[in-house]
């Protein structure tokens, strides 16, 4: 077993904006634990990606001791490309801990991690960071907070100015802090509030003891209902180790919080029992692929799990055997005998184990819920630039996929595209780095084809004979047929109307089999054909000449005739589109979807922002990400899904036409010349 029990341990997860401090702050509280000896240290930004872009893309954790406590923390990457790192760091730590940079105020992705960490329960602490900058104040954003959050965020940790320069940090319940009374008041205040008999006792005059007190915050804190707001600059070191004695003092363990709880298949609910004696149960949340193994983080809720014991993932019903179990601190990994509940440690050298699945007893049939991430929002298409990288593109980008739940990949049944979708342009172009770095294939990249499709709004009726006379044997078949529009989305329907045999059975799948074949082709642009009801009613054959491929080609062009009096148009992808914006960018976003031909179809509010939901062509929205990016600051966030086909309008259906001609036309001129070459080479070598 291991030397410490879960009441020790304090798991942390470090979240706010990109550039408001958290792995300053983290480093810091590593540097004050004697673990490094200077910052920045690299501890936490290690990653070459990292290093280049200045800033934290993935998800960090370390381990440190305090005061005979057991602390994890995560170090969480701010910025919206990686907000699944959020979702998934806070749904394994008891406490989040918001980090709020005083230069920049409040920002929507620490919004957007407040709303993670009230869905999930979490006790939540804010820091506030860069007190030291110029025109910082401390009471300007303590007052932001509470309009944002509310008023039950309260300070603990208060600056002392001497002068206008911030050089110290007093906690509100020392004595000597100066104006700490007022602050303590209103905290006492607000953690009377939280219980009916002590809110009772307090209105009636009647002093409450300190210990009282302290019991009852700490159980307001655990639930939510205060909100510790803790003073601080980390580059200068000030009030960090203020910060960790709230941590040790309010923050809960995991004995502290509600048990876990997990589901059977038919939706009885197993309590996990956070005790070293009960079976073991874990979720993993976070996985590392690259050419040597897999690296898989998960946190321990009930049981232990000792080096040299099995796994047994109950998701996929299948056991591996574990090797090392280890700590984290950044990429560094210290090995330890056996994990007891409430840590969250690593393992390498397993193969199967997926991000968010349970950990469990062999056989176990629990299972933990899943996390909700995030919908992708752009698409690229890829291709390897090297001929021998065809097969391993796909399997290497499927291992990053299986880190990522925000970074999909597919491949197109319509347009025969490898297509990666992730949460903005920088987000993919991290990704594929990390292809070309992690596993040496590098690609292409391309705007998707948008998959249009063809088809009529007319009928016609279309009478072909197709004779073909060459010596010997000939070619003859004739078929006469009706076209009309079909049912939306049903696809082709064929109808076998002939009467008195006059074409054999066998032909007339022959000539079903011509006219799938144009369908597949296209004709106007050459998109597939949808939704059109064919009936061959009528036709001839010759006793000889006639054939399988006479009548699919006489079907081919019976089809092309009448497809083309049949007034035929291009349909394009309908996208059900939901955008949530600052409410100050609500009018702005509605005209430029007006002027994308998006139709809106429905707003709500909540809170201060505004969901605007729509329909919009896929091709007005493909490069949306980063239009959305600039009209909101950043602010902005959205997911698409596909809705229906509709009409392309006329004037824009003839530029794709006589864009996809233009391209026919090129691509039969590079044949040509490619058959011209071909042919000189052959001449030249018989000749030689």
């Not at 409040?106 to 025109?135: H, M, P, S, Y």
């Not at 998701?315 to 090797?323: A, M, Q, T």
């Not at 032909?507 to 061959?536: E, H, M, W």
């Amino acid at each position: 077993m291991g030397n410490y029990e879960s009441s020790a341990i304090r798991n942390l997860a470090f979240v706010g904006h990109g550039g408001s401090g958290k792995t300053t702050l983290g480093e810091t509280l590593l540097k004050l634990a004697g673990i490094v000896t200077r910052v920045p240290a690299g501890v936490l930004d290690f990653s070459s990606d990292e290093k280049e872009r200045q800033h934290s893309i993935e998800s960090k954790i370390a381990h440190f001791s305090w005061k005979s406590k057991e602390i994890n923390f995560i170090d969480v990457p701010g910025y919206q490309e990686f907000f699944q790192n959020v979702v998934s760091s806070l749904s394994v730590v008891e406490t989040a801990v918001l980090v709020i940079s005083a230069s920049d105020g409040i920002t929507i992705n620490t919004r957007r991690a407040w709303n993670v960490a009230q869905k999930n329960g979490l006790a939540k602490f804010i820091v506030i960071t860069k007190l030291d900058n110029e025109n910082a104040n401390f009471n300007d954003m303590v007052a932001q907070i509470q309009s944002t959050f509310g008023s039950h965020c309260i300070p603990f940790v208060i600056p002392d100015v001497s002068g206008l320069k911030f050089s110290k940090v007093h906690h509100i319940f020392d004595p000597s802090t100066p104006n700490g009374k007022q602050y303590k008041d209103k905290l006492i205040e607000a953690t009377v509030e939280t219980s009916d008999e002590l809110l009772n006792r307090y209105l009636e005059g009647e002093s409450i003891a300190e210990d009282v007190i302290q019991k009852q915050l700490k159980e307001a804190i655990i639930r939510g209902q205060i909100i510790p707001i803790i003073a601080s600059s980390p580059t200068k070191e000030i009030g960090l180790a203020e910060l960790l004695d709230v941590i040790l003092e309010y923050a809960p363990s995991p004995l502290d919080v509600p048990k876990k709880k997990a589901k059977t298949p038919s939706g009885e609910e197993v309590i996990l029992e956070p005790t070293k004696n009960a079976p073991f149960a874990a979720q993993i949340f976070k996985i590392f692929n690259d050419p040597f193994g897999r690296i898989v983080y998960f946190r321990v809720y009930s049981g232990t799990l000792s080096t040299g014991t099995s796994i047994y993932d109950i998701n996929l019903g299948d056991s591996e055997r574990v090797g090392n179990i280890f700590r984290l601190l950044g990429k560094d990994q210290k090995n330890i005998d056996c994990a007891v509940p409430g840590d969250i440690v690593g393992i390498a050298k397993v193969e199967n184990v997926q991000l968010g699945h349970t950990l469990g007893p062999e056989k176990g049939t629990f299972k933990l819920s899943e996390s909700t991430y995030p919908m992708p929002m752009v698409s690229l298409a890829v291709n390897p630039k090297t001929r021998g990288d065809e097969q391993k593109i796909g399997a290497s980008l499927n291992k990053l996929a299986e880190e990522d739940k925000t970074f999909l990949v597919t491949r197109d049944a319509d347009t025969n595209e490898l297509v990666v979708s992730g949460m903005s342009n920088l987000h993919l172009d991290i990704m594929l780095n990390r292809l070309r770095t992690r596993f040496k294939v590098d690609c292409t990249q391309a705007m998707p084809h948008i998959p249009y499709r063809e088809t009529i709004t007319g009928k016609a009726d279309s009478r072909y004979r197709h004779k073909k006379q060459s010596g010997g044997h000939g070619q003859f078949a004739e078929v006469a047929i009706k076209l009309e529009p079909g049912v939306r989305g049903v696809g082709f329907d064929f109808q076998d109307d002939i009467v008195g045999g006059v074409v054999p059975s066998q032909f007339v799948l022959s000539t079903q089999k011509g006219i799938n074949l144009t369908l597949q082709r296209g004709i106007l642009a050459g998109y597939p054909i949808v939704d059109v009801r064919v009936s061959l009613y009528d036709g001839k054959t010759h006793d000889v000449d006639s054939s399988d491929a006479a009548f699919q080609m006489a079907g081919s062009k019976a089809f092309q005739e009448a497809f083309a009096a049949a007034k035929p148009v291009l349909l394009e992808p309908i996208m059900n589109i939901e955008i949530i914006v600052p409410s100050k960018f609500m009018g702005d976003i509605m005209g430029d979807l007006n002027s994308r031909r998006g139709r809106i179809v429905g707003t709500e509010a909540d809170g201060n922002d505004q969901i605007i939901k729509a329909l919009a062509p896929l091709a007005e929205i493909q490069a949306y990400s980063t239009q959305l990016k600039a009209m909101t600051g950043g602010e902005g966030t959205y997911s698409i899904q596909f809705s229906h086909y509709d009409v392309v309008p006329s004037y824009i259906q003839e530029k794709l036409v006589a864009k996809a001609k233009q391209e026919k036309q090129e691509q039969d001129k590079e044949k040509k010349i490619a058959n011209c070459t071909q042919l000189t080479l052959g001449a030249k070598q018989r000749k030689d």
